[in-house]
C-alpha cells in the first residue's frame, strides 16, 4: 500500500474539480452533525455553531495527517469572490 501526503490528497481533490465541478464543491462543503466522541478526536476538524457540532471530508481528511505543530490542519481550499472554490491547497 502507497502512503499519501497532503499534496497527494490536494492534486487529487484538483483533479476532482476539474472533472465534476458539482459533485466535488458539494462533497467538500457537506457537513454532518456529528457526536460530541467526533469533536473530541484529537486530529478531525469540526466545526461547533449554536451548538451543533457538524464535520465534513476536509476535516476527516485533514485529520488523516493530523495537526502541525502550530496545530492547524494541511489542507484548504481558496474561493473566489462568489463563493465557488477555486483549489485544493496546502495551508501556508
Not at 37 to 53: A, L
Request: hydrophobic share 35%.
Amino acid at each position: 500500500m502507497k502512503s499519501i501526503t497532503p499534496q497527494d490528497a490536494c492534486n487529487l481533490l484538483n483533479k476532482l474539480l476539474e472533472i465534476d465541478y458539482g459533485f466535488t464543491a458539494k462533497l467538500v462543503t457537506t457537513r454532518f452533525v456529528c457526536t460530541q466522541d467526533i469533536s473530541r478526536h484529537p486530529t478531525v476538524q469540526i466545526n461547533e455553531r449554536d451548538g451543533i457540532t457538524e464535520a465534513g471530508i476536509i476535516g476527516v481528511i485533514n485529520g488523516m495527517f493530523g495537526k502541525r505543530e502550530d496545530g492547524t490542519a494541511p489542507i484548504c481550499y481558496q474561493q473566489d469572490e462568489n463563493g465557488e472554490i477555486i483549489k485544493f491547497t496546502l495551508i501556508p
